[in-house]
């Protein structure tokens, strides 16, 4: 009822869908659907508020054992907006070397199992040497060089290159050129942690 009453293609979105049976079973089987889903969920005020996600799939078939009259409700029931962040809103931590602006972790976004953000080396500084106990990293260059340490050894990163940073890793980042670096960091916990050593 509720995949046949809701299926209209939209743009995608970038949101975290939570765990839920419903969609992994059909994500699963290799289900294959795009579609609006909507929903009233009751607030504690007492008034409803529609919600609405997409959800796409790789192919265009229900799952087989699924019966699409059957699906309930109730798994659609949920507030996207508390996993949506808008950049423009959320504070920058800034430090002598540089700043960086958290997108998304467990204290924006409840019971999220990664972190993203965006970071900055002002041109000739270096970030503090440091590992993350509990998480790899991943570290896309969108703007600028630099020098990045690993341990003993060292790489030299430009714009569009990424480095993977395993857990317990001591590393750091310098900006060897004339403009500001800039990264897009994303670690594989919600609740990063980081030891730093300088």
Partial sequence: MVLQKFREIRPSLTLRVASNPFFNGLLAAGAGFAGLFSSHRPRACGRSCKTSVIVRWPASEPVAGCSVSTASESA???????????????????????????????????????????????????????????????????????????GDDSVELRAGMTIRIPAGVVHNLTNTGVEPLTCLIAFNSGHRETIFLD
């Fill in 76 to 150: 659609f029931m949920f507030d996207v907006t508390q996993w949506v962040t808008n950049r423009d809103e959320l504070p920058v931590a800034t430090f002598d070397w540089g700043t960086i602006q958290w997108l998304c972790n467990a204290e924006l976004s409840a019971d999220a199992e990664q972190t993203l953000g965006i970071t900055h080396i002002f041109p000739g500084q270096t970030n503090p040497r440091h590992f993350h106990p509990n998480c790899e990293e991943v570290l896309h260059l969108l703007t600028g060089c630099g020098v990045h340490c690993w």
